[in-house]
């Protein structure tokens, strides 16, 4: 499969050069040639296959001519480790629990998958692939427990020093083995800046194999159409065939892998975007004017994205025609208000904790339900386990929250990080000292 730019159909590079870029040099986005669909019949019987099955079936049809079956099917298996179950609330309402990874979030499938694909195209590289990546929490875990003991791989994580919660600095500091952790003394845009010019740095791509981990990566994006169609065969079992997701959404990636499955097959009826005061998508659907904003902060801070890095490869999709899009996503926003009480209400309700990310999702697939009537069961997206947010609950919930085992296994253990300060020569010499 090829791979074209966003900005330039005529731009194409096959799927390991689209992966070590991450982005194409015109800033596009990196999209398939085709979007394959899957055989009709076997989405009927999807219930058949496990997680894994449907997995290596989806990626086949999409890199199957990039890499050899068995291949596929062996980092099909170390990435795909753990299960998507889709939980029941009541009659046509269920959550899809995304975070049973090492990371507890759902980008453990982007990341998990993207390190076995980097690792399997550097074989015959023998330098050691560096991975410098940013992060402001969730990313850095999941890209951290992605990489750990991935043979000829190293990852170097920046994050601001103060600003990740508990958890998340446990999953970035007590790795060991191939992930070290540097703590910068400012804020995440600091960070990110320290990357950027390391990436734009001759002397160190002289001396060091660097790519980074970045979100946008296409290899990030195929494993998230994993779990849609997994869902899809759960609900099969019980004899659903109409569905509709409510994705929680900052960079709107999640949602974006929901629309390729879709494009590939998956008979979902509807999507809904629910987002944060950080709203630009909902406000596009309403009024059709594109216009990104400074990000916000809120409760579900991995939603705070004023400004989208998928939204084009959705438009991309859609031919860039709104008419075709709102046939198949609406959105809906929600404040910081509506999310505590979206919480409590679940937990009243169902018994059920979930993250204040999973929360607007369930009260955007709540929205949605109340202005349509029909046979469908609607499905929201548990993106995080809620002891990741442990300042966001009242003490009568927070006290409920059991803690994974992912959790535990790493409490108690030795935080090593290095510290450094925002300047660029420092993080230089630090780098080049550990060739
Ligand atoms: C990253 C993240 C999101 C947003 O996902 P996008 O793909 O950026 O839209 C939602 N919830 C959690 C917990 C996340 O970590």
């Not at 952790?181 to 845009?189: N, P, Q, R």
């Not at 899009?325 to 910081?336: E, G, P, R």
Request: negative net charge; proline residues 5%; aromatic residues 10%.
């Amino acid at each position: 499969m090829q791979f074209y730019s966003t900005n330039n159909k005529n731009l194409r590079v096959p799927f390991q050069e689209a992966v070590f870029n991450s982005l194409p040099t015109d800033k596009g986005l990196y999209m398939p040639e085709t979007v394959p669909t899957l055989d009709p019949y076997f989405i009927q019987h999807l219930h058949r296959h496990s997680l894994q099955e449907i997995a290596l079936t989806v990626a086949k049809a999409l890199i199957g001519e990039d890499i050899p079956e068995a291949d596929l099917r062996q980092i099909v298996h170390e990435a795909i480790d753990f299960d998507a179950p889709v939980r029941p609330l009541d009659s046509g309402l269920a959550v899809l629990e995304l975070f049973h990874g090492p990371s507890l979030a759902f980008k453990d499938f982007g990341a998990r998958f993207m390190s076995r694909v980097m690792a399997y195209f550097s074989t015959e590289d023998s330098r050691v692939l560096d991975v410098l990546v940013a992060t402001s929490g969730d990313t850095g875990g999941a890209v951290a427990l992605g990489f750990l003991g991935v043979p000829g791989t190293r990852v170097t994580i920046l994050y601001p020093k103060g600003k990740v919660s508990p958890i998340q600095e446990l999953q970035l500091t007590t790795n060991g083995q191939n992930i070290r952790a540097i703590e910068i003394d400012g804020t995440f845009d600091d960070c990110q800046a320290l990357v950027k010019e390391a990436f734009n740095d001759n002397e160190l791509r002289s001396v060091f194999r660097l790519t980074s981990a970045n979100s946008i990566n296409i290899a990030r994006l195929i494993p998230q159409t994993f779990y849609y169609f997994h869902a899809y065969a759960q609900l099969l079992t019980q004899g659903i065939k109409e569905v509709v997701f409510s994705v929680p959404s900052g960079n709107f990636g999640n949602i974006g892998a929901g629309l390729l499955a879709f494009k590939m097959g998956l008979p979902a009826q509807h999507f809904v975007a629910a987002t944060n005061a950080n709203d630009t998508v909902t406000r596009f659907l309403e009024n059709g004017q594109y216009e990104p904003r400074p990000s916000v902060q809120t409760l579900a801070n991995a939603m705070d994205v004023g400004n989208p890095s998928n939204w084009v490869r959705i438009m991309d999709l859609f031919g860039n025609d709104l008419a075709a899009l709102k046939q198949i996503v609406s959105s809906f926003t929600f404040t910081d208000a509506d999310t505590r009480a979206a919480i409590q209400a679940l937990h009243d309700r169902y018994g059920y904790i979930a993250c204040p990310h999973t929360a607007i999702a369930w009260l955007a697939a709540e929205a949605y339900r109340k202005q349509h009537s029909g046979n469908f069961a609607t499905v929201f997206l548990s993106t995080a386990h809620p002891c990741k947010f442990p300042e966001v609950f009242p003490s009568e919930i927070a006290v409920e929250i059991a803690i994974p085992s992912q959790v535990t296994m790493l409490q108690g253990r030795e935080k090593e990080v290095v510290g450094l300060r925002t300047d660029y020569k420092g993080f230089k010499n630090y780098l080049l000292s550990t060739l």
